[in-house]
Nanobody, 121 residues
Framework: QVQTVESGGGLVEAGESLRLSCRATSEIINNRNIAWYRQAPGKEREVVSTISISGSTNHAAAVKGRFTITRDKAKATVFLQMNDLKPEDTAVYYC???????????????WGMGTQVTVSS
């Protein structure tokens, strides 16, 4: 069963930065489309950022210009650099893989534990 492992969350003040890491096998990280998601208390899980097999990226409107998704193939890790964090970014962040034809709203792997990001005002 494919599973991803997220890390890097924490408690920060508004305006600060965090970098999240998503790890799995190198075959998964380096050869699949990967997405970062988040779920805030009482809300549905939403897609934050995606990176395709070819390296093209997309970000949700709420984070565009502040978040960057990258892939380090040598480390078999997908990063989510989050700058200028806001209290509304507070959520548990997850990563998963998806097929382009089905889109990131149809993830393929079992969900990991996620990593908590808390932004104080």
């Amino acid at each position: 069963q494919v599973q991803t492992v997220e890390s890097g969350g924490g408690l920060v003040e508004a305006g600060e930065s965090l970098r999240l890491s998503c790890r799995a096998t190198s075959e998964i990280i380096n050869n699949r489309n990967i997405a970062w998601y988040r779920q805030a208390p009482g809300k549905e899980r939403e897609v934050v950022s995606t990176i395709s097999i070819s390296g093209s990226t997309n970000h949700a409107a709420a984070v565009k210009g502040r978040f960057t998704i990258t892939r380090d193939k040598a480390k078999a890790t997908v990063f989510l650099q989050m700058n200028d964090l806001k209290p509304e970014d507070t959520a548990v962040y997850y990563c998963n893989l998806f097929r382009m034809a089905d889109g990131p709203k149809n993830p393929l792997a079992q969900w990991g534990m996620g990593t908590q990001v808390t932004v104080s005002s």
